[in-house]
């Protein structure tokens, strides 16, 4: 079934979905990420972040921007509508300034999550496989040690308890001194969630979920990423 989010993309001429439009699009397929609003003034941004409730993180929205805390886009724990209203403008004329040819939608706004357990959850294609699926816990221990796990999609039940219990970092998420332990089951079921999505929409070159915050009782998604297939 087509896509309204990917399909506008398209008619933009545009492979890279906003987080905006990842999240949405992530959202209508069960998958559990943090509701995230687009404000396109200063205004709308405190008007939003009070209906959400403070603290709240703020982000650039540019299909041009993937990495959006290098471009200096993101602003994390706003505790007060002076904080937003702020760290709007900061947002804008850093982007502005640094990136001027960047097409700017908004600034998006949700609620801080409190952390948990960071992981990320990414698909990428290969030549020979097509869709594969990554596990892996975030921040420094992806980046630097490259512990992840990767299975085919489609994932069958036992490759996504696998994919979490081959990775070296698992005890972090068993609760390692003192650490939360977290769900393990609500984690093997977003595997498989993820990979019925990859399955649905073959148009999707690349996801990152990176990071999702598990905790003891669910996980959540707070940043996302789609890129899609270029058209031949
Ligand atoms: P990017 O990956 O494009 O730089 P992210 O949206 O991942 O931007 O934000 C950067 C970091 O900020 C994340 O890795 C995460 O640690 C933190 N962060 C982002 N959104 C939230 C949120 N809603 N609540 C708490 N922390 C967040
Ligand atoms: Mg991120």
Redesign the pocket.
């Given at each position: 079934m087509p896509q309204p989010i990917i399909e506008k993309a398209r008619s933009e001429g545009r492979t890279v979905l906003t987080?905006i439009e990842s999240k949405e699009l992530l959202k209508s397929a069960g998958i559990n990420v943090?509701d995230t609003r687009l404000a396109t003034s200063r205004e709308e941004a405190i008007s939003i972040s009070r209906q959400f409730g403070f603290p709240v993180?703020l982000?650039i929205v540019s299909p041009d921007i993937?990495?959006?805390?290098?471009a200096g886009g993101?602003r994390?724990g706003l505790k007060t509508a002076s904080q937003v209203g702020k760290a709007y403008d900061q947002i804008l004329q850093a982007i502005r300034q640094n990136y001027p040819e960047a097409r700017i939608h908004g600034v998006s706004v949700?609620?801080?999550?409190r952390s948990g357990v960071?992981v990320i959850i990414g698909m990428s294609k290969d030549a020979q496989f097509g869709p594969v699926l990554m596990f892996g816990l975030g921040g420094i221990l992806v980046e630097v040690l490259k512990d992840v796990s990767f299975r085919i999609v489609p994932l069958s039940r036992r490759d996504a308890a696998e994919m979490l219990r081959e990775i070296k970092g698992y005890p972090l998420l068993e609760g390692y001194r003192g650490g939360e332990a977290v769900d393990i089951s609500y984690l093997e079921e977003l595997l498989l969630k993820v990979s019925n999505f990859v399955e649905k929409n073959p148009e999707i070159m690349e996801l990152d979920l990176?990071?999702i915050f598990a905790y003891s009782d669910g996980a959540i998604a707070?940043?996302a990423r789609v890129i899609l297939e270029e058209v031949k």
């Open positions: 987080e943090i993180v982000k993937v990495h959006k805390s290098d993101v994390l949700q609620k801080m999550a960071e990176n990071p707070v940043d």
